[in-house]
Each structure stands twice: as structure tokens, then as C-alpha cells.
């Protein structure tokens, strides 16, 4: 499904991550996930590390990569 919002604005944008949101510094419709470097669809973002400024493509990953940098083990 295309919005408005994806005609208007193409490209990768950049943003600046905070606990519950995020503010766009840098127009466009995706972001990459810091992981997979799969692109993401802004309306489609749901998980980012506001301490490390990182997009996640999905649970799984937010939380592996949490683990990764905060030394936890399953």
C-alpha cells in the first residue's frame, strides 16, 4: 500500500531516536535496519535503540542486538 507520504518523499531518511519516537533530520520513505541492512518502510518502524541510534527491522532482531552489546546470553 503507497501513501501520500511515500509519493512525497523518496530516498533514505535519517532520524534522531528518542525512548517513544523519533524525529526525522533527513526526509524519505525508509530507513535500514542496523542489523540486516534490510530497508524499512517508515510506517512500518517499530523497533529502534534510542541509546545506540539504531532501526530494527523486527523484535527478534532489537533484542538479539541488545543482548550483543549489553553482554547477555541466553
Not at 517513544?20 to 530507513?31: A, Q
Not at 512500518?44 to 550483543?68: G, H, I, N, P, T
Amino acid at each position: 500500500m503507497t501513501s501520500a507520504f511515500d509519493s512525497e518523499f523518496q530516498g533514505e531518511a535519517v532520524l534522531e531516536f528518542s525512548d517513544s519516537d523519533f524525529m526525522i533530520l533527513k526526509p524519505g520513505n525508509f530507513v535500514r535496519c542496523a542489523v540486516t541492512g534490510d530497508p524499512i518502510p517508515l510506517r512500518d518502524l517499530r523497533y529502534w535503540s534510542a541509546e545506540l541510534q539504531e532501526a530494527y527491522k523486527d523484535a527478534y532482531v532489537s533484542v538479539k542486538r541488545w543482548q550483543d552489546t549489553h553482554g547477555a546470553s541466553r
